[in-house]
């Protein structure tokens, strides 16, 4: 799924589910909520929400505080997708007063006020994001290019540029981090008043999530593409 090969992953994840009817619930539960991932990378995020919060309810029911973090994660990503900003906020907050994955607070919040532009919060948490790397993580480096512009907007042009370059280490080997590569110097691009590289850039990314299969980028993509 993170290197843009999502087709595979889901088929590798059937028989993941497969096995894990007869295992412990916590195998199912993990199984279930790598597969609605692939859900929403496909553009099926109703689908995938519904799978997700099924998952919540059931980390509840084993009371497994990583793995209901860990779902409320997906949860909270979920509804980005939808851009229902308010119910995306309420899980990343229970996400964090569960204890677990506070590394994830600074990126998911600072996606939460790109998304609401809100640019002062925004920069201070793409400032510690950066400073933790979380959007190096590969289920993070989806949405380098909102810490980007974040930074860029912040006044902190050369760590904008720091983040990109880091993610071009990974681009030549890893087709999803290419995508997010691109659409992170897009927003570099136009931010230097080069529309057209900065068109360009984003049909490039355009081109590859289309080849992946990456419904969910793609609207978005081309979206930008149209307002540029």
């Not at 059931?58 to 793995?67: I, T």
């Not at 720091?162 to 691009?189: G, K, Q, T």
Request: charged content about 30%.
């Amino acid at each position: 799924l993170y290197q843009g090969r999502p087709q595979e992953g889901a088929a590798i994840l059937r028989e993941v589910l497969e096995i894990s009817k007869g295992l412990p619930k916590r195998a199912q539960v993990i199984g279930s909520c790598a597969f609605a991932q692939t859900l929403r990378e496909a553009g099926e995020f109703e689908e995938a929400l519904a799978r997700h919060r099924e998952g919540v309810e059931r980390a509840h029911e084993a009371q497994d505080a990583y793995l209901l973090a860990s779902y409320l994660l997906q949860v909270g990503n979920d509804y980005v997708s939808l851009h229902n900003l308010k119910e995306a906020r309420a899980a990343f907050e229970e996400m964090v007063e569960r204890g677990h994955l506070k590394e994830a607070f600074h990126a998911t919040f600072c996606m939460l006020a790109v998304l609401s532009e809100d640019w002062e919060e925004a920069h201070a948490h793409a400032r510690k994001a950066h400073e933790l790397g979380t959007f190096f993580q590969p289920q993070f480096s989806f949405f380098l290019h909102h810490q980007v512009e974040a930074l860029l907007r912040g006044g902190d042009e050369e760590l904008a540029r720091e983040a990109a370059r880091c993610l071009a280490e990974r681009a030549p080997y890893n087709r999803r981090d290419r995508m997010s590569h691109l659409r992170a110097v897009a927003v570099l691009s136009e931010w230097e008043g080069d529309t057209e590289r900065a068109l360009g850039r984003l049909r490039k990314a355009q081109a590859l999530a289309e080849e992946i299969g990456l419904l969910g980028e793609l609207w978005q993509i081309k979206a930008r593409i149209g307002e540029l």
